[in-house]
T-cell receptor
Framework: DAGVIQSPRHEVTEMGQEVTLRCKPISGHDYLFWYRQTMMRGLELLIYFNNNVPIDDSGMPEDRFSAKMPNASFSTLKIQPSEPRDSAVYFC????????????FGEGSRLTVL | AQRVTQPEKLLSVFKGAPVELKCNYSYSGSPELFWYVQYSRQRLQLLLRHISRESIKGFTADLNKGETSFHLKKPFAQEEDSAMYYCALKGSNYKLTFGKGTLLTVNP
């Protein structure tokens, strides 16, 4: 298994543009998490899904952010419109049952908004 | 609410010296605590969890409920231990909350 796959690995865009980040979780995992990593705030949980259903989106910064999980093998995180303060590394992670607490992380998508 | 505090952003030690990365938490229920590690150019990965009471790569961590702490310790640091370390707490809702991380540098 290639693990959690994220794309793109790097994205540079201009303020106001729409950004879509993609994630393919490990097959069979039933939880999917989106985190944002910055120097100032560390790793922040944005939203997580269980069996494709959003469970807690309280970490989503504002209405400009949205996330979907149309099926068990794909999720997207969209920012529209993007702003410079959204620049960060966005991680996707998946877990089986989540009970063990072991999350398997992707390599992250580094977003730079100019 | 659940909160994890790692008071040190940076920690630098010499090879062979003991190392302790501090972690304090706040949670009203019975928490599960974890340490995750991110080596340079690698994915964030689980290092150890308190319920396993295991030693991984020479690291141990003991949950102290009285002090609400879960400090990570290693008696003799190695250069390959240089990495970013995150303490994390899982509450009953399966939500995993991370601290801001400590960048450990082990100097030769």
């Amino acid at each position: 298994d290639a693990g959690v796959i994220q794309s793109p690995r790097h994205e540079v865009t201009e303020m106001g543009q729409e950004v879509t980040l993609r994630c393919k979780p490990i097959s069979g995992h039933d939880y999917l998490f989106w985190y944002r990593q910055t120097m100032m705030r560390g790793l922040e949980l944005l939203i997580y899904f269980n069996n494709n259903v959003p469970i807690d989106d309280s970490g989503m910064p504002e209405d400009r952010f949205s996330a979907k999980m149309p099926n068990a093998s794909f999720s997207t995180l969209k920012i529209q419109p993007s702003e410079p303060r959204d620049s960060a590394v966005y991680f996707c992670a998946s877990s089986f049952l989540a009970r063990t607490g072991e999350l398997f992380f992707g390599e992250g998508s580094r977003l730079t908004v100019l | 609410a659940q909160r994890v505090t790692q008071p040190e952003k940076l920690l630098s030690v010499f090879k062979g010296a003991p190392v302790e990365l501090k972690c304090n938490y706040s949670y009203s229920g019975s928490p599960e605590l974890f340490w995750y590690v991110q080596y340079s150019r690698q994915r964030l990965q689980l290092l150890l969890r308190h319920i396993s009471r295991e030693s991984i790569k020479g690291f141990t961590a003991d949950l102290n409920k009285g002090e609400t702490s879960f400090h990570l310790k290693k008696p003799f640091a190695q250069e390959e231990d240089s990495a970013m370390y995150y303490c994390a707490l899982k509450g009953s809702n399966y939500k995993l909350t991370f601290g801001k991380g400590t960048l450990l540098t082990v100097n030769p």
